[in-house]
């Protein structure tokens, strides 16, 4: 079974930084791309950042470009997303998800999104 | 950015009732478009992917069709366990799009 956990949520002040971990379990975890998705209080899901397989691809919403950096360990299985210069917009629940490219390709698109995390809170005040 | 625009917002229909929710795109995205279900305090679940293919699992109540700039989610028999949120996402671009969601409550 396909697990994904999300960890590192918390309290940040605005200006500050974070790092959330994506820990994947039952899929072969280097075969596969990885994206943060985020959703504030009330509000709708938000594209963050996606990464190839091998790390080797990143891509970012312009909303976090340059301040967010995407990562993965494959030795550990693990994902994670490096927040920085945080902004009470960035106040979300973020969520980690398997991609799934629609023709088997490694390129970052087009994919599905097939398993989610259960999702990690970041609070973002001083 | 490609933007996404789902109608309608929100919708209250009944149990057995047939619902369609459009999504559509500011530019064409071929058939590269997704639709989430995500119920309160709960991860989104993938419905549909390619515009028309049911993830496995997913019952077969529920469909989508489209491509180009206009796509449709349908549901031909609402159940109990259908009242949610839905959202479509484009994969056309790695901006992964979502729509702004349609809520499905209770009549």
């Known amino acids: 079974e396909v697990q994904l956990v999300e960890s590192g949520g918390g309290l940040a002040q605005p200006g500050g930084s974070l790092r959330l971990s994506c820990a994947a379990s039952g899929f072969t975890f280097s075969n596969h791309a990885m994206h943060w998705v985020r959703q504030a209080p009330g509000k709708g899901l938000e594209y963050v950042s996606a990464?190839?397989?091998?790390?080797?691809?990143?891509s970012y919403a312009s909303s976090v470009e340059g301040r967010f950096t995407i990562s993965r360990d494959n030795s550990k299985n693990t994902l994670y997303l490096q927040m920085g210069s945080l902004r009470a917009e960035d106040m979300a629940v973020y969520y980690c998800?398997?991609?799934?490219?629609?023709?088997?390709?490694?390129?970052?698109?087009?994919?599905?999104?097939?398993?989610w995390g259960q999702g990690t809170l970041v609070t973002v005040s001083s | 950015d490609i933007q996404m625009t789902q109608s309608p917002s929100s919708l209250s229909a009944s149990v057995g009732d047939r619902v369609t929710i459009t999504c559509r795109a500011s530019?064409?995205?071929?058939?590269?478009l997704n639709w989430y279900q995500q119920k309160p305090g709960k991860a989104p679940k993938l419905l549909i992917y390619a515009a028309s293919s049911l993830q496995s699992g997913v019952p077969s109540r529920f469909s989508g069709s489209g491509s180009g700039t206009d796509f449709t989610l349908t549901i031909s028999s609402l159940q109990p366990e259908d009242f949610a949120t839905y959202y479509c996402q484009q994969s056309y671009r790695t901006s992964y799009t979502f729509g702004q969601g349609t809520k499905l409550e209770i009549k």
């Open positions: 530019q064409s995205i071929s058939s590269h």
């Open positions: 998800a398997r991609g799934l490219h629609y023709y088997g390709s490694g390129s970052l698109s087009p994919h599905y999104f097939d398993s």
């Open positions: 990464i190839s397989s091998n790390g080797g691809s990143t």
